[in-house]
């Protein structure tokens, strides 16, 4: 679900274009045995709105891999021209209506069809420079000094997660572990989100089969939207 909301210039993000670059490293243990991926993910995502209709379409997609010293590169030709639709009520609020279709040996890498998930990043609390403050979703903000007129904040969180989840097929596991995020965001009030960084950390732990799997992964994300001429 795409999180926005009331005080979120939805509108301004009419015709913007942003660029993704996300690494993402997994370490994962099993019993004595270690095995090490790495991913890479750089798309680029086009914005319109008609009318209460908000459309994320993917206008390009390099997705690589790294496993057991092997490198691949992933042929994303079944995504890149997919859309994500949302409906948007009186309040701005975004309600996912349709997601591209990702073929499965991409699924298997990156789900790129969960990017919209929570690729925009929250609306800062209101607050002065230097000040800090904790929002509904126990993210905990600090606003930075402003530079060029665009407003600067930091963000971390820590979370816990434990349960049940599927995880091949229709097998599920217990899962259990822990994340923490250090964030940065460059804010325009009038036009959103500018460029944001995310690093997050999880320690996750599974058990399926009599087995315990352990597993790292470090996450870092990078957006920036682009400035078109007609944005100006």
Excluded: C
């Amino acid at each position: 679900m795409l999180v926005l909301g009331p005080g979120y210039p939805v509108r301004a993000l009419d015709g913007a274009h942003f660029t993704e670059a996300i690494r993402t490293e997994v370490t994962t243990r099993v019993a004595t045995s270690e095995s090490h991926r790495q991913i890479s993910r750089d798309a680029r995502f086009a914005v319109t709105l008609q009318g209460d209709t908000l459309t994320v379409s993917a206008d390009s997609l390099i997705l690589t891999e790294l496993s057991d010293g092997r490198s691949r590169t992933l042929d994303t030709d079944g995504f890149v021209g997919g859309r994500y639709l949302f409906q948007l009520d009186s309040l701005g609020r975004a309600a996912l209506l349709e997601r591209p279709f990702v073929p499965d040996d991409l699924i298997e890498v990156s789900d790129v069809g969960r990017a919209m998930d929570d690729f925009f990043p929250s609306l800062p609390p209101a607050m002065i420079v230097g000040a800090e403050a904790t929002d509904a979703s126990a993210r905990h903000w600090r606003r930075l000094t402003d530079s060029s007129g665009v407003q600067r904040f930091r963000w971390t969180v820590e979370q816990e997660h434990n349960g049940t989840e599927a995880v091949a097929d229709s097998v599920t596991a217990a899962v259990s572990g822990s994340s923490h995020e250090v964030s940065a965001l460059a804010w325009s009030p009038t036009r959103g989100p500018l460029h944001w960084s995310r690093r997050i950390e999880s320690d996750i732990t599974t058990r399926l089969r009599g087995q315990t799997i352990r597993a790292t992964v470090i996450q870092r994300i990078a957006v920036k939207r682009e400035w078109m001429r007609e944005e100006r």
